[in-house]
């Protein structure tokens, strides 16, 4: 019989709501949590309880908890604290973000700061313990998806959140390229193809060409900060303000009406995908200032009237769709394809929207909310099954090159280009007598130096005294197939040489991500025992239970002779101890008790069969 | 040295009372009274005198007529005769009894302290404890005075704090209509009733029948209209009926000399469904006043008829100086209802038996001006160890709720005390185990046992509602506690309560 395969799955780690997929007699299927949802909130929170929340619970209590509690980290995974997205973000987020040592963020929570991977690390455990419910067995190795637009920094934090968390990330893929395999698509469907994909908190909108096994993002955009919390805020806003009309109360000002009203609206919201009208039913919701009995807030939410809230946001991502058609010169005409993905999508209105703009129906049949993890699942088993239909092959997410004069970038390494790979370039000297060349090191699409991304740079030196363009430089770039990236310049006439090799750096350091996988190794272990006591303390709970059942039965069968009664003596009190360690937390009393009441068990049933009952 | 812990219990308790747990406040009296069988104050107190503490001076009334908020959200059943009485034991029949003399207990009024709410009690009333002011003169208690003292004052369904309200004529202690108030003695109203008053819409068995009553207004200034728009629901109960008086037209400019002589002259406008100020004619003052053991009033419910209010078209007059005066003479009733039965008609309603109200002998003894407690002058650090020792006796009396109020209020007063501090953690400590013990095991997912049409006629505060609203069957009590966004104690008290009335399942 052959040996089950190691499980392997894919992980959808999105802005808001995080999904796991894996793929089970050949049919992609997400795995549910072991909450009962398929989607798992992308949040992390710090209870004033202490304890450490992660997921829906932690979601329950955002507003109630602004300042410990983390949500959309994925905005600033791999970023740099002095990065203008980050300084951008930084004013509208309520909880507290530090600078690290290496400029990299800290977010505090409680008397401690913690790094975005390790938060990220946090929800992607939570997703393992859902997978390794669901196969019975650990979990180990997973696939997890990046926006297209995440340069190399934020693909690896995104692949140290995973060794954190205990994983090995086997690759990191792009969401649109996991929404097109889910759909099959390499395999019955070459050509440019679409993703519209509007999330929680993000919209991206993607152009893809897909060609003999290759998917090649050709353009994408959207906005970081548009999705389905835009529009519960709507929904918000109006519950609110038709409140205040009516009583003079602003709920947006009580953070526990307010949570109420955001769990309503978004609730509201889902079920308006599918029905007309819906009512919004939120008792108790306030109570006026001078006392009194509290009020109720009951509503009632057409879809048209939600449209009409929500229009503008819809304007908005069309807006986003023609800009990035415009970028990739591609019109909607031009397109084989159009797939929906991220809950948001399931609002009739935006497909109606989609529809319109692309002039064709979306493609249907997988769950928008799932696909990403789909595809990722479905990536995940072409790598490790020899019998793979499309294995994607690991490519350079961004252009690689050198800052020329000017302050312009002479691409090296375009995207996507396979690694393995090489490239080297003769560059001269701009300047007469110019001794010394600068190498920068850049990484992005930007023609200007200055728009992309800086990933090292070095000197070389000693070139002779020539006049400007006589001096010839070989620039070499070598990528090898761990994703090391080797830069180096040679002297052609005197041979000297000077190299540096750029880490893609997720913030951490190799020495702190040591610290922090040490620091969860001894967690792991300590929830496993604890994990181990709490399963076999309901193993002796079931044996205490049997016990108790036969003991009557016993005392019934040996009733008037003194057979069995030093046995039952000593059940008794077998039974006692076991009342005690079963509140034990230490595994061996556990263990000895379980051991006991077995034996037990083993000889009262021994005893009544032998007799007769 | 017995008749001195006697005072501080006294003391003690009547901060208890005054943050309305009245149970508690009076078994610190009993003890008081076993430590020192003479002390008066004791036996006054435990008689059920209300607390002689002096508060501020009555804020302005308002200037739109009180309205019980509490029906917006929660009108009556239907089906429901608003005339009838309500099964539940609600103000409306609480009401009734008191007026036949077969009052229910009536449930202790709910202040809202830093623990927000008491143990037992959902609604959290946001109703702050009235704070002794010193320098506030006493005012004698009249039976129309809006002295804090009297029981006449008016309570919300879900608000027992006591407003500055006055007792409207025609009513029992329990049946008064509440109307807000002017500051003491500006007792001057008139009204009338026009002569084309209808004639009484219906008559129940067992109350009195009442005249769809459309008070006039009195302007006394001529700025306020003549005639108020007739009262929608009628009085649940009126005076007895006295010959009609004809309707009182009073020029603003020339004000008849019976109002004149009456200073400070005032505007009132009496809307439809105000009560006068000045005693009601062929009231007796026992039942303006009631006796000050008996709990204070419940809210009038509009919905009911209940809804007795009046506006003042222009600012309110500071108040009066305080002078002991004999309350006026009854003066002749205006009639609502001629030939109507009245609920003081002993054939309908027999009254309050005054033999049968705990504490009657006492129940005519108002406190004097100059009986107050006095505090002797003594330091912050004594005050705070008198209500520790309190909060200890109360302690081995086993009432938590009522040490820990106790406790809160050392707490405001002595904010850093280390002994505050260390009781407060013990008796929270204790408090959150007897919570958590109803619970059962923490680690279980509760649900809702009601349905959503039931849930709304629970008397929730909007803690409670939040709390009430996470229970989805997903989150398991341990849960609760992170996501209420509350203390534990706090959160632990909402959900022992929430089990307690079946409102959603044990673990």
Known sequence: ?613 | MSKDRAAQLVEAGIWLKLSGDREGARKLFERALKLDPGNEKATQLLAGASVPIEVEPPAPPPTEPLVPPVRKSLPPAPGTNPFEPPASTGPSSLDWGLATGNAPPRPPAVPELSLDSDWGRLTGAATPVPQPNPEAPAKPEVPWSTSPSSSNVALDDGDRSPRQTMVAWGGSAGSSPAISSEPPRNTLVGWAVPPDAPAPRTTLPGWSPVAPQSPQVISLSGDAPAESPPRSTPPLFSAAPPPLEPPVELPGDAPPAVFSALEPPRVVEIGGEAGPETPPPSTPPIFASPPTAAPPPPAIDDSLGFAWSWSASSPPPAPAPVVDEEPPAPRPSPTLAPRAESAWDARSNPGIKLEAVVGHDRALDLISSDSKITHPPRSQKDEVKAILRGARDLLELDDHTGAMELIVKAQTIAPDDPDVQAMRERSEKTLLNMFESKLGKLETIPRVLLKDDEIIWLNLDHRAGFVLAQIDGTVSFDDLFSVSGMSRIDTARILAQLVEEGVISRG
């Not at chain 1, 070459?190 to 909108?205: C, E, Q, S, W, Y």
């Not at chain 1, 109420?260 to 306030?286: C, H, V, W």
């Not at chain 1, 946001?313 to 986003?320: G, Y």
């Not at chain 1, 039952?568 to 076991?578: C, D, G, M, S, V």
């Open chain 1, 1 to 613: 019989m052959a040996a089950e395969r190691e499980p392997v799955i894919g992980i959808d780690l999105g802005t808001t709501n995080s999904v796991v997929a894996t793929v089970q007699s050949g049919t992609p299927v997400v795995i549910r949590g072991r909450s009962g949802s398929n989607l798992l909130p992308s949040v992390v929170a710090l209870s004033k309880t202490g304890k450490m929340l992660v997921g829906q619970i932690a979601k329950r209590q955002a507003i109630t908890n602004p300042t410990d509690t983390v949500y959309a980290s994925k905005r600033l995974i791999g970023r740099k604290f002095s990065a203008a997205q980050t300084q951008d973000a930084l004013k509208g987020l309520p909880y507290t973000l530090e600078v690290g040592d290496h400029d990299d963020i800290r977010v505090k929570l409680g008397d401690k700061a913690y790094s975005l991977p390790e938060l990220s690390a946090m929800v992607l455990r939570e997703l393992k313990l859902d997978a390794e419910a669901h196969f019975g067995r650990p979990v180990k190795k997973a696939i997890i998806t990046v926006p297209a637009y995440f340069n190399d920094g934020q693909r690896q934090a995104t692949k140290d959140a995973g060794r954190i968390a205990g994983l090995e990330v086997l690759r990191i893929i792009n969401e649109p390229t996991a929404a097109a395999l889910a759909y099959g698509f390499g395999k019955n469907v070459n050509g440019k193809i679409a993703v519209f994909d509007l999330g929680g908190g993000t919209f991206d909108i993607s152009v893809m060409e897909i060609g003999n096994g290759v998917f090649d993002v050709i353009a994408t955009g959207g906005d970081t900060f548009l999705g389905g919390e835009d529009f519960d805020n709507t929904v918000i806003n109006w519950l609110a303000a038709d409140f205040q009309r009516e009583h003079n109360i602003q709920l947006k000002a009580d953070r526990m009406a307010l949570q109420r009203l955001k769990d309503a609206a978004e609730k509201a919201k889902i079920e308006l995908s599918t029905a007309k009208e819906t009512q919004i039913n939120l008792p108790f919701i306030s109570t006026p200032q001078g006392g009194g009995s509290a009020l109720h807030l009951q509503k009632t939410l057409s879809r048209e009237k939600l449209e009409e809230l929500t229009a503008e946001l819809v304007a908005r991502t069309i807006t986003h769709c023609e800009q990035v058609l415009t970028e990739a010169k591609v019109k909607p005409v031009d397109l084989r394809e159009m797939i929906l993905v991220g809950g948001m999508t399931r609002m009739p209105r935006v497909q109606e929207a989609v529809k319109q703009y692309f002039r064709r129906d979306p493609c249907k049949g997988v769950h928008p909310d799932e696909v990403v993890a789909l595809g990722a699942a479905v990536q995940a088993e072409a790598l490790t099954n020899e019998a793979a239909d499309v294995v994607l092959l690991d490519v350079t997410p961004q252009s690689l090159g050198v800052a020329i004069a000017g302050g312009y970038v002479r691409r090296l390494i375009p995207k996507n280009t396979t690694v393995p790979t090489s490239v080297t370039e003769v560059f001269n000297t701009s300047r007469d007598n110019q001794t010394t060349v600068k190498i920068m090191v850049l990484q992005g699409e930007a023609d200007v130096a200055h728009q992309n991304e800086l990933l090292g740079e070095f000197i070389l030196t000693g070139l002779r005294l020539a006049k400007r363009g006589e001096v010839e430089v070989d620039v070499t770039f070598e990528i090898n197939s761990e994703g090391l990236v080797s830069v180096s310049a040679r002297d052609k006439e005197t041979g000297q040489q000077q190299s540096i090799q750029v880490t893609a750096s997720g913030g951490l350091t190799q020495d702190e991500l040591k610290r922090i996988l040490d620091e969860q190794a001894d967690l792991m272990l300590e929830a496993r025992v604890e994990e181990e006591v709490k399963a076999k303390r309901v193993e002796l709970k079931a044996l205490m239970n049997e016990v108790s059942e036969l003991m009557p039965q016993l005392q019934k069968a040996t009733q008037g002779s003194e057979f069995g009664q030093d046995a039952l003596a000593k059940a008794k009190q077998a039974l006692e101890t076991a009342k005690v360690a079963s509140e034990a937390t230490e595994l061996k009393r556990v263990t000895d008790s379980i051991d006991t009441l077995t034996r037990t068990v083993s000889l009262f049933k021994g005893v009544l069969q032998r007799i007769g009952h």
